[in-house]
Protein backbone atom coordinates (compact mmCIF):
# COMPACT_ATOMS: atom_id res chain seq x y z
CA UNK A 1 0.00 0.00 0.00
CA UNK A 2 0.72 3.49 -0.29
CA UNK A 3 3.08 5.29 2.30
CA UNK A 4 1.59 8.38 3.12
CA UNK A 5 4.08 11.43 5.31
CA UNK A 6 2.47 14.09 6.50
CA UNK A 7 3.81 17.24 8.09
CA UNK A 8 3.97 18.67 10.48
CA UNK A 9 3.05 15.83 13.30
CA UNK A 10 2.04 18.17 15.79
CA UNK A 11 1.49 22.17 16.60
CA UNK A 12 0.41 24.46 18.40
CA UNK A 13 -0.98 27.62 17.65
CA UNK A 14 -2.30 30.98 18.51
CA UNK A 15 -6.19 31.51 17.79
CA UNK A 16 -6.79 33.78 14.42
CA UNK A 17 -3.34 31.85 12.79
CA UNK A 18 -3.49 29.93 10.29
CA UNK A 19 -1.80 26.96 9.40
CA UNK A 20 -1.21 24.63 6.29
CA UNK A 21 -0.76 20.90 6.55
CA UNK A 22 1.19 18.55 3.74
CA UNK A 23 0.33 15.20 2.60
CA UNK A 24 2.68 13.51 0.35
CA UNK A 25 2.53 10.23 -0.68
CA UNK A 26 5.08 7.81 -2.58
CA UNK A 27 2.89 6.67 -5.57
CA UNK A 28 0.36 8.95 -7.54
CA UNK A 29 -2.74 8.72 -6.71
CA UNK A 30 -5.77 10.14 -8.64
CA UNK A 31 -8.09 10.89 -4.88
CA UNK A 32 -6.64 12.06 -1.74
CA UNK A 33 -8.92 13.06 1.37
CA UNK A 34 -9.17 14.95 4.17
CA UNK A 35 -10.41 14.13 7.93
CA UNK A 36 -10.60 15.53 10.76
CA UNK A 37 -10.82 14.22 14.51
CA UNK A 38 -12.23 16.22 17.41
CA UNK A 39 -11.15 14.81 20.65
CA UNK A 40 -12.20 11.76 21.79
CA UNK A 41 -14.37 11.52 18.46
CA UNK A 42 -14.93 9.78 15.28
CA UNK A 43 -13.38 10.31 12.03
CA UNK A 44 -15.34 13.20 9.41
CA UNK A 45 -14.74 14.47 6.14
CA UNK A 46 -13.96 17.53 5.37
CA UNK A 47 -12.72 17.56 1.63
CA UNK A 48 -12.19 15.66 -1.66
CA UNK A 49 -9.27 16.32 -3.66
CA UNK A 50 -8.57 15.79 -7.25
CA UNK A 51 -5.64 16.94 -9.30
CA UNK A 52 -6.23 19.31 -11.32
CA UNK A 53 -10.28 21.04 -9.98
CA UNK A 54 -11.36 22.40 -7.30
CA UNK A 55 -12.02 20.52 -3.81
CA UNK A 56 -15.17 18.94 -3.20
CA UNK A 57 -16.34 19.74 0.54
CA UNK A 58 -18.57 17.67 2.51
CA UNK A 59 -21.50 19.93 4.70
CA UNK A 60 -20.49 21.96 6.82
CA UNK A 61 -17.03 22.81 5.89
CA UNK A 62 -16.32 25.63 3.52
CA UNK A 63 -13.05 26.13 1.29
CA UNK A 64 -12.53 29.92 2.94
CA UNK A 65 -12.09 28.18 6.32
CA UNK A 66 -10.16 24.89 4.76
CA UNK A 67 -8.58 26.00 1.55
CA UNK A 68 -6.98 22.77 0.09
CA UNK A 69 -4.73 22.36 -2.63
CA UNK A 70 -3.64 19.63 -5.14
CA UNK A 71 -0.71 20.96 -7.62
CA UNK A 72 0.05 17.35 -8.52
CA UNK A 73 -0.78 13.57 -8.16
CA UNK A 74 1.26 12.76 -4.83
CA UNK A 75 1.02 16.01 -2.59
CA UNK A 76 -1.68 18.21 -1.00
CA UNK A 77 -1.80 20.56 1.49
CA UNK A 78 -4.53 22.09 3.81
CA UNK A 79 -4.68 24.89 5.35
CA UNK A 80 -7.15 25.86 8.44
CA UNK A 81 -7.70 29.34 8.97
CA UNK A 82 -8.08 32.00 11.53
CA UNK A 83 -7.77 29.25 13.83
CA UNK A 84 -9.90 29.04 16.79
CA UNK A 85 -9.91 26.98 19.73
CA UNK A 86 -12.64 24.75 18.44
CA UNK A 87 -10.43 23.87 15.29
CA UNK A 88 -7.93 22.06 17.29
CA UNK A 89 -8.02 18.23 16.33
CA UNK A 90 -6.02 15.89 14.36
CA UNK A 91 -6.13 16.31 10.54
CA UNK A 92 -5.43 12.92 8.57
CA UNK A 93 -5.36 12.74 5.07
CA UNK A 94 -5.73 9.27 2.78
CA UNK A 95 -5.78 7.96 -0.12
CA UNK A 96 -7.65 4.90 -1.42
CA UNK A 97 -6.06 1.19 -1.93
CA UNK A 98 -5.80 0.15 -5.22
CA UNK A 99 -4.25 3.23 -6.79
CA UNK A 100 -5.99 4.58 -10.09
CA UNK A 101 -9.14 2.54 -9.36
CA UNK A 102 -12.66 3.16 -8.39
CA UNK A 103 -15.05 1.77 -6.38
CA UNK A 104 -16.09 0.03 -2.65
CA UNK A 105 -11.93 0.28 -1.55
CA UNK A 106 -10.68 0.60 1.65
CA UNK A 107 -8.57 3.96 2.52
CA UNK A 108 -5.28 3.97 3.76
CA UNK A 109 -4.09 7.35 6.34
CA UNK A 110 -1.52 9.39 7.61
CA UNK A 111 -0.19 9.44 11.16
CA UNK A 112 -2.06 12.53 11.02
CA UNK A 113 -1.29 16.25 12.22
CA UNK A 114 -2.08 17.12 15.69
CA UNK A 115 -3.22 20.36 16.31
CA UNK A 116 -3.58 22.69 19.69
CA UNK A 117 -4.93 26.45 19.61
CA UNK A 118 -4.55 28.51 22.70
CA UNK B 1 -28.92 8.07 5.19
CA UNK B 2 -25.73 6.04 5.28
CA UNK B 3 -24.39 5.48 9.13
CA UNK B 4 -22.84 3.07 11.27
CA UNK B 5 -23.77 2.18 14.70
CA UNK B 6 -20.66 0.55 16.68
CA UNK B 7 -21.07 -1.20 20.40
CA UNK B 8 -20.59 1.57 23.10
CA UNK B 9 -17.18 1.51 25.29
CA UNK B 10 -15.01 1.50 26.97
CA UNK B 11 -14.46 -2.25 26.64
CA UNK B 12 -12.13 -3.40 29.27
CA UNK B 13 -10.70 -7.24 29.44
CA UNK B 14 -7.94 -9.09 30.96
CA UNK B 15 -5.46 -10.48 28.92
CA UNK B 16 -6.38 -14.07 26.71
CA UNK B 17 -10.47 -13.40 27.18
CA UNK B 18 -12.82 -13.55 24.69
CA UNK B 19 -13.24 -10.29 22.30
CA UNK B 20 -16.75 -9.02 20.65
CA UNK B 21 -17.34 -5.57 19.13
CA UNK B 22 -20.38 -4.80 17.69
CA UNK B 23 -20.83 -2.84 14.20
CA UNK B 24 -23.95 -2.42 12.45
CA UNK B 25 -24.50 -0.33 9.42
CA UNK B 26 -27.45 1.52 7.41
CA UNK B 27 -26.26 2.04 3.60
CA UNK B 28 -27.96 1.64 -0.04
CA UNK B 29 -26.41 -1.00 -2.58
CA UNK B 30 -23.56 -3.38 -1.69
CA UNK B 31 -21.02 -1.41 0.53
CA UNK B 32 -17.48 -2.77 1.60
CA UNK B 33 -16.77 -3.07 5.23
CA UNK B 34 -14.03 -2.32 7.04
CA UNK B 35 -12.59 -2.43 10.51
CA UNK B 36 -9.93 0.28 11.07
CA UNK B 37 -7.76 0.39 15.02
CA UNK B 38 -5.84 3.34 15.88
CA UNK B 39 -3.15 2.41 18.55
CA UNK B 40 -2.65 5.35 21.00
CA UNK B 41 -0.85 8.95 19.19
CA UNK B 42 -0.65 6.65 16.05
CA UNK B 43 -2.97 7.44 12.61
CA UNK B 44 -5.72 4.58 11.64
CA UNK B 45 -4.44 1.67 10.23
CA UNK B 46 -6.53 -0.92 8.02
CA UNK B 47 -7.11 -4.02 10.46
CA UNK B 48 -9.64 -6.09 7.57
CA UNK B 49 -11.97 -6.06 5.27
CA UNK B 50 -14.80 -7.50 3.63
CA UNK B 51 -16.39 -6.95 0.03
CA UNK B 52 -19.29 -8.99 -0.15
CA UNK B 53 -21.86 -10.82 2.03
CA UNK B 54 -20.36 -13.64 3.56
CA UNK B 55 -16.84 -12.31 2.91
CA UNK B 56 -14.52 -13.48 6.41
CA UNK B 57 -12.29 -10.73 6.57
CA UNK B 58 -9.27 -11.69 9.20
CA UNK B 59 -6.06 -10.26 10.35
CA UNK B 60 -3.68 -10.87 13.60
CA UNK B 61 -6.07 -12.72 14.85
CA UNK B 62 -9.42 -10.21 14.24
CA UNK B 63 -12.05 -11.56 12.40
CA UNK B 64 -15.68 -10.12 11.21
CA UNK B 65 -18.14 -11.41 8.87
CA UNK B 66 -20.02 -9.40 6.63
CA UNK B 67 -23.61 -10.60 7.44
CA UNK B 68 -26.05 -8.54 5.10
CA UNK B 69 -29.09 -10.26 6.37
CA UNK B 70 -28.42 -8.41 9.94
CA UNK B 71 -26.47 -5.66 8.15
CA UNK B 72 -23.68 -6.25 10.58
CA UNK B 73 -19.91 -6.96 10.79
CA UNK B 74 -18.92 -7.67 14.10
CA UNK B 75 -15.28 -8.09 15.36
CA UNK B 76 -14.26 -11.00 17.45
CA UNK B 77 -10.95 -11.92 18.80
CA UNK B 78 -10.58 -15.16 20.77
CA UNK B 79 -7.58 -14.05 23.09
CA UNK B 80 -6.98 -10.44 23.30
CA UNK B 81 -3.19 -9.46 23.81
CA UNK B 82 -2.20 -6.32 26.35
CA UNK B 83 -0.80 -5.04 22.57
CA UNK B 84 -4.28 -5.14 21.50
CA UNK B 85 -5.53 -1.75 23.32
CA UNK B 86 -6.54 0.80 20.90
CA UNK B 87 -9.45 2.47 19.31
CA UNK B 88 -11.38 0.55 16.98
CA UNK B 89 -13.67 2.23 14.24
CA UNK B 90 -16.08 -0.10 11.98
CA UNK B 91 -16.68 1.84 8.46
CA UNK B 92 -17.92 1.47 4.86
CA UNK B 93 -18.06 2.79 1.84
CA UNK B 94 -20.30 2.72 -0.94
CA UNK B 95 -19.15 3.90 -4.12
CA UNK B 96 -20.72 3.13 -7.77
CA UNK B 97 -18.35 1.32 -10.27
CA UNK B 98 -18.11 5.04 -11.61
CA UNK B 99 -17.18 6.70 -8.49
CA UNK B 100 -14.35 6.97 -5.69
CA UNK B 101 -15.69 6.02 -2.10
CA UNK B 102 -16.67 8.20 1.13
CA UNK B 103 -15.57 6.51 3.98
CA UNK B 104 -18.37 6.56 6.60
CA UNK B 105 -17.19 6.09 10.27
CA UNK B 106 -18.70 4.44 13.00
CA UNK B 107 -17.87 6.85 16.71
CA UNK B 108 -15.38 4.16 17.52
CA UNK B 109 -14.75 1.70 20.72
CA UNK B 110 -11.76 2.32 22.96
CA UNK B 111 -10.40 -1.35 24.12
CA UNK B 112 -8.26 -1.71 27.35
CA UNK B 113 -7.21 -5.08 27.71
CA UNK B 114 -5.29 -5.55 31.40
CA UNK B 115 -2.30 -8.16 32.07
Known amino acids: SAVISQKPSRDICQRGTSLTIQCQVD?????MFWYRQQPGQSLTLIAT?????????ESGFVIDKFPISRPNLTFSTLTVSNMSPEDSSIYLCSVEEKLGEKGNQPQHFGDGTRLSIL | GNSVTQMEGPVTLSEEAFLTINCTYT??????LFWYVQYPGEGLQLLLK?????DKGSNKGFEATYRKETTSFHLEKGSVQVSDSAVYFC??????????????FGQGTILTVHP
Open chain 1, 49 to 57: ANQGSEATY
Open chain 2, 50 to 54: ATKAD
Open chain 2, 91 to 104: AFTNAGGTSYGKLT
Open chain 1, 27 to 31: SQVTM
Open chain 2, 27 to 32: ATGYPS
